[in-house]
């Protein structure tokens, strides 16, 4: 343990770059926790609401968000191989296939009735899901560009500045949720459009504060984040290339998970209740880890753009045994004291109603104790090889296993056998589980040692060459 601390790679310096980025995602799932106990107080309906209709919308523009989100690596590789000037243009990229995206996403607007009716949800919860769905996916661009331009930040390990940004984000969330959902403060009593509207302008200051930060002076010099606002084909063909399996991965996953829940609602109120409660609770344990995650990526992709695979293991195993500690943590937690986190839940909603959804997600909780555990070594090696650039891969294996190891057998066992919701999470636990193994093994396997998203030096320094001799050629054309 000790001989891990420092060095390459070691402990200290996955720390340097984790640890604000789990408290980072640590805030976004306190934040999603409180805004869950917000809408439990408003109704059960709402709570029940809440998850179909914000993990579909967050489905359906996971591809955009994934696919921004890979600047990631693009910034780190160019930042380990000293290129910096190539950061900025990298950025706008990003940014530029975020609008793309946000306006995309508008035309799911008149489907969305359609969408929840063809769940065959409650209807009192139908009309709750639509309406938080049309403002989610409304106003999901912001969460795009956020996610693009928050790159610039966490590719150079400035990962200080991502947290400070996020803690304001979630601060005006949570007032704003609070002042909205009931009716305080001059605010309308919205209930769960209210926690629509107060997650659409919190996202939107986060991407405007990111913004203006990247464009300040020292960064505008150095990296050209400014001058590199011109769109650039041959970035935009290496981001889709590398990025879009990425977002294709992303989206297919959540999609998955989506779907998911929107079978179990089958089940009805209390069953797709609970499902959510154990779902929100677990993402204390789970969105944390994604900040470690990212901070693996950034890790790995700077030691290969600087042609150093070695401490990029290292940090790789390092990140896994912080996760596999912290994850174990949460999990006797969830095992042994259930109750501990349904009593904010509980306080104050209504006791009757909340009962039988209490009973069901203290035992979902189990579940999330057997599973957490398992996600650690999902998330580190899978942020691993994607921080190297193996994509293609990460996106075939969800694809297929979401399908057949998470979708197809919930369907029979709700629709077909109607075996209920416990039958049900066994194929979400054996999903996560089998994702585990798999990217293990291809990590381990080393072929992500060998990969760029970036060209060569070399590369580059000839197509600067051929630019440059077209512009004499048509400088001595027009003399």
């Known amino acids: 343990m000790i001989s891990r601390w420092a060095g390459d790679g070691g402990y200290k310096e996955v720390l340097k770059i984790a640890g604000p980025l789990i408290l980072s995602m640590g805030s976004w799932s306190l934040m999603h926790f409180i805004d869950r106990i917000f809408l439990t107080w408003y109704s059960a309906e709402a709570l029940a609401a809440a998850m179909p209709a914000g993990l579909l919308s967050f489905a359906f523009g996971s591809f955009f968000i994934g696919t921004a989100g890979y600047v990631n690596t693009f910034v780190a590789q160019y930042y380990g191989a000293k290129r910096f000037s190539e950061v900025g243009a990298s950025v706008w ?22 969408i929840f009716d063809a769940a065959g949800h409650p209807e009192e919860i139908r009309a709750m899901e639509v ?39 979630v601060v005006l969330n949570i007032i704003l949720d609070y002042a909205w959902i009931f009716g305080y403060w001059g605010f309308p009593r919205a209930g769960i459009a209210g926690a629509g509207y107060a997650t659409v302008i919190s996202q939107t200051l986060g991407c405007i504060l990111f913004f203006l930060l990247m464009l300040r002076k020292p960064f505008r010099e150095k990296y050209n984040t400014l001058l590199g606002w011109r769109f650039n084909g041959r970035l935009c063909k290496r981001l889709w290339k590398y990025g ?42 789970f ?14 992709g700077q030691y290969l753009g600087d042609d150093r695979p070695e401490p990029a293991e290292r940090s790789t195993y390092s990140a896994l045994h912080l996760s596999l500690i912290y994850m174990l943590i949460m999990g006797m937690s969830f095992w042994f004291l259930p109750e501990f986190f349904m009593k904010p839940f509980e306080s104050g909603a209504d006791a009757t109603a909340f009962a039988p959804i209490r009973d069901s997600a203290i035992v979902l909780l189990r579940f999330v104790a057997i599973y957490c555990v398992l996600d650690a070594a999902y998330i580190v090696f899978s942020a691993a090889i994607k921080g190297a650039g193996d994509t293609q891969f990460v996106m075939r294996v969800t694809g297929v296993a979401s399908l057949f190891v998470l979708i197809i057998p919930t369907f029979l066992v709700v629709e077909t056998f109607e075996l209920g919701l416990y039958p ?8 996560i589980a089998l994702m585990s193994v798999i990217f293990l093994f291809r990590f381990k396997g080393g072929k992500w040692k060998t990969m760029r998203v970036i060209e060569s030096d070399v590369a580059s320094l000839a197509q600067g060459r051929q630019v440059a001799e077209v512009n004499v050629r048509n400088h001595i054309d027009a003399m």
């Open 93 to 114: 990229q990003g940014l530029y296939f975020s609008l793309v995206g946000g306006g995309l996403m508008l035309l799911l607007l008149p489907c969305a009735k359609w």
């Open 131 to 169: 309406v938080y769905f049309r403002i989610l996916t409304g106003g999901i661009g912001a969460t795009f560009v956020m996610s693009a331009v928050s790159t610039f930040f966490s590719g150079r390990g400035d990962t200080w500045t991502i947290l400070w940004v996020n803690l304001m984000v």
């Open 287 to 300: 969105v944390p880890l994604l900040g470690g995650g990212v901070a693996v990526s950034t890790l790995v």
């Open 424 to 431: 049900a999470w066994i194929a979400v636990t054996l999903y």
């Open 244 to 285: 879009a399996p990425n977002g294709f991965q992303f989206m297919v996953e959540i999609m998955g998970f989506a779907i998911f829940v929107l079978l179990v609602g089958r089940l009805g109120t209390v069953d797709l209740a609970a499902t959510n409660l154990a779902f929100n609770i677990n993402t204390l344990a």
